[in-house]
């Protein structure tokens, strides 16, 4: 799989496919099913907002978006 397929994301059928498991994972009723997703969502962007502040400046080299810049004494 090249680097252009990565980004254009799933195919519409896995979209479909993915969509139909989550409802049917949450007894056929698609609210449930968008609730349960968002609280999905709101978890791993917590997740990955503990991960990036563990992550160190030199080694992200500014790779990750919102990563503070660090001042070094000489600029003080």
């Given amino acids: 799989m090249n680097a252009t397929?990565?980004?254009a994301g799933p195919a519409p059928d896995?979209?479909?496919?993915?969509a139909d498991q989550a409802i049917a994972a949450c007894g056929g009723d698609p609210r449930e099913a968008v609730k349960a997703l968002i609280v999905a969502m709101d978890f791993l962007?917590?997740?990955l907002d503990e991960l990036r502040s563990k992550v160190s400046t030199g080694y992200a080299r500014g790779r990750l978006p919102g990563a503070p810049e660090r001042k070094d004494e000489a600029d003080v």
């Fill in 45 to 47: 962007e917590t997740r």
């Fill in 14 to 18: 896995d979209l479909e496919a993915a």
């Fill in 5 to 7: 397929s990565e980004q």
